[in-house]
């Protein structure tokens, strides 16, 4: 069993993931997160990407195939959620061959929408913790303590891919490279669209009815 959840940057997708899991019985894959791990380790990989997330374009697609193929051999039983990944066409192409082979299924193509404006706010106001990865917002979900994790007390920090023009430059990709795939899912019955705006609890709630097989 395989959930994609995909959209545009600063919609919510990190977040909704950490709740899926801890509700839901998924392993979790988030693409960005392991390839940050990678550029802090200093790996050969992170060096071939660490070029690409600064400046907001996709990483290539070969090193993208590679993490995956390793990360669905090491899982493969077990219910899969992937976190920003597949991120364009030629991305989906290679997991269906991926899955067929090992006689996995995608269940769901999640995709999280919100007006574009609203997406600009959210990335500049937000803080990550290094240690433990949970996500604030400095508006509207602030720490209790100023820039301090509530969970680890480690020091937050913003990514270096979150300010403005970097942002600019990843919608723009979205629109170009990832967005086609909304028509890509809709072909194959796959594609359930979430309205990402309210709480994060609203939010959940319709993605838990599309796990659930409830059509918003
Ligand atoms: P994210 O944390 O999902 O916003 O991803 C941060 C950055 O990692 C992106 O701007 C890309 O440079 C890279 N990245 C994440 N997922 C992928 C993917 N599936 N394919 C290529 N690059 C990716």
């Known amino acids: 069993m395989i959930v994609l959840l995909f959209g545009p940057p600063g919609v919510g997708k990190g977040t909704q993931a950490d709740l899926i899991i801890k509700n839901f019985n998924y392993v979790k894959f988030s693409m960005g997160d ?11 990989v992170g060096k071939e990407v660490e070029k690409s997330m600064k400046q907001g374009v996709l990483a290539p697609d070969n090193i993208i195939f ?3 193929s390793d990360f669905l ?11 920003g990944f597949p991120r364009n066409i030629n991305q989906a192409l290679n997991l269906e061959k991926t899955t067929a082979q090992l006689s996995l299924v995608i269940d769901h ?6 007006p574009e404006e609203s997406v600009i706010q959210r990335l500049v106001n937000r803080r990550y913790c290094p240690n433990c990865g ?6 509207t979900n602030p720490p209790r303590k100023e820039g301090l994790c509530d969970q680890c007390s480690e020091r937050l ?15 723009q990709i ?7 795939l909304t028509d890509y899912y809709k072909s194959l019955n796959l594609y359930r669209p979430v309205d990402a705006r309210g ?3 609203e939010v959940f709630q319709r993605i838990t009815q599309c796990l659930n097989g409830n059509r918003q």
């Open 199 to 201: 709480t994060q609890e």
């Open 66 to 68: 590679d993490i995956v």
């Open 73 to 83: 051999l090491e899982n493969k039983p077990a219910p899969i959620l992937f976190d």
């Open 109 to 114: 193509a999640i995709e999280m929408t919100i």
């Open 174 to 180: 979205y629109r170009d490279e990832t967005k086609p």
């Open 34 to 44: 392991v390839l940050r791990e990678e550029v802090a380790l200093g790996s050969p």
């Open 157 to 171: 920090i913003q990514r270096p891919d979150d300010n403005e023009t970097t942002i600019r430059k990843r919608l």
């Open 134 to 139: 949970a996500i604030y917002n400095l508006v």
